[in-house]
């Protein structure tokens, strides 16, 4: 594979690797008090998925326990699917190699590499991951590394992270009316759930409604 290739990717991908890098950071400081000072990097680096990490440290943060933080990892996933069916047709070369470089498909690569009619631009999208990949994981190390510095992260309300990153995945999504029902339904639900069931329900509860809700939209 050609540098000069990717190189369009490689600089279209960098800005957005800046903002992954705060977010990373952030995401290693909050993760260290509950998971350790390993399982976060190694999370980072394998998984590569701001929203569903943020998701699954939520429910262990809250007391949840490792079943329900897998699967509200997953239902926030699950959208990578029709975009990873969406990018296929753009691979080449054995199964194998295509089922590695279909692990480049972020939200933000396939946005840049969509040429529309169904097109992707499979460079395009590997070159824009690579730097969004070093600059999570990179992040993460960092956020591991100063989190004893810092002391706790409540303290300087790094806390609100976790409702203000959902907030903002949210907003861009509100474009009709059906979208705000479908969202206040799933938050009223988990809202009414919280103090009756253990924690990580909740969340899974308001996932479940989204997903419906949005799969009829």
Known sequence: MSGSRLAPGLRAGFPIAAAGLLIGLSFGVLA???????????MSAILFAG?????SLAV???????????????????????????FAPSLRGSPLRRAAEGQAVVDASWALANQGD????RDMLLGATIPQYVSWVGGTAIGVAIGDALGD??????????PAFFLALLLPELRSRRFVTVAAAAAAL???L????PPGIPVLA?????????RSA
Not at 32 to 42: E, Q
Not at 118 to 121: A, H, K, L, S, V
Not at 153 to 160: I, S, V
């Open 206 to 214: 308001g996932c479940l409604v989204a997903l419906v809700g949005l």
């Open 60 to 86: 262990l943060a809250a007391g949840g326990g490792a079943v329900p933080a897998i699967v509200a990892g997953v239902l926030l996933n699950a959208r990578f699917l029709p975009l990873g069916i969406a």
């Open 32 to 42: 260290r008090p509950v998971m350790g000072p390993v399982a976060p990097i190694v």
């Open 194 to 197: 919280i103090p009756l069931t």
């Open 118 to 121: 169904g097109r992707f631009d």
């Open 51 to 55: 929203s569903a990490q943020f998701g």
């Open 190 to 192: 988990a809202f009414v």
């Open 153 to 162: 992260p409540r303290d300087l309300g790094l806390d609100a992270l976790f």
